[in-house]
T-cell receptor, first 110, second 115 residues
Framework: GQNIDQPTEMTATEGAIVQINCTYQ??????LFWYQQHAGEAPTFLSY????GLEEKGRFSSFLSRSKGYSYLLLKELQMKDSASYLC???????????FGAGTRLFVKA | GAVVSQHPSRVICKSGTSVKIECRSL??????MFWYRQFPKQSLMLMAT?????????EQGVEKDKFLINHASLTLSTLTVTSAHPEDSSFYIC???????????FGPGTRLTVL
């Protein structure tokens, strides 16, 4: 079966750093996505990791360890607008199918 | 960048009626489109994979006779919710595949409310 786990909720303070973890067990793996989703809106793309290691893009970084089935999204210099759900998603082999984790709701407080 | 549109953005209908949702790739051709459903505070659940010119592939537990999918062209896929019931009320999101494996471009979503 396919399984993607991430924490349900996290709270952090404006200006701080937060790390959102994701573990996965899937039959096949092409790469791992992180999406941001505000309430009532569609997901927006943040990152895509195929190889092990850290990829940095502005305030957001994403890490992948394929051998451990583990990824994290790191958000620096948190802003109030970063309050949203963050979805971890795995692209499966054999096609374009992607499965999503349940999402982590991040609350940024002043 | 690639843009995907959905229409309508919101729809309210009476129980028992059918609702059609359109998903269009505006500036690129998508051989594959995906339909997701998202209930409040839950993640996206893949309903079906739609390939242009062929029958859609439905995920386990999704009724193909209730959720009719048509992918008649490389830029348009439609989802018809037949005989809608209140439990079908949800946020329906489509996405279109890009050229790289796993690459997807999401539409803005359609909020369906069945009274």
């Amino acid at each position: 079966g396919q399984n993607i786990d991430q924490p349900t909720e996290m709270t952090a303070t404006e200006g701080a750093i937060v790390q959102i973890n994701c573990t996965y067990q899937t039959s096949g793996f092409n790469g791992l996505f992180w999406y941001q989703q505000h309430a009532g809106e569609a997901p927006t793309f943040l990152s895509y990791n195929v190889l092990d290691g850290l990829e940095e893009k502005g305030r957001f970084s994403s890490f992948l360890s394929r051998s451990k089935g583990y990824s994290y999204l790191l958000l620096k210099e948190l802003q109030m607008k970063d309050s949203a759900s963050y979805l971890c998603a795995v692209s499966l082999t054999g096609g374009f199918k992607t499965i999503f984790g349940a999402g982590t709701r991040l609350f940024v407080k002043a | 960048g690639a843009v995907v549109s959905q229409h309508p953005s919101r729809v309210i209908c009476k129980s028992g009626t059918s609702v059609k949702i359109e998903c269009r790739s505006l500036d690129f051709q998508a051989t594959t489109m995906f339909w997701y459903r998202q209930f409040p505070k839950q993640s996206l659940m893949l309903m079906a994979t739609s390939n242009e010119g062929s029958k859609a592939t439905y995920e386990q537990g999704v009724e193909k006779d209730k959720f009719l999918i048509n992918h008649a062209s490389l830029t348009l896929s439609t989802l018809t919710v037949t005989s809608a019931h209140p439990e079908d009320s949800s946020f329906y999101i489509c996405s279109a595949s890009g050229t790289s494996p796993g690459e997807q471009f999401f539409g803005p979503g359609t909020r369906l409310t069945v009274l």
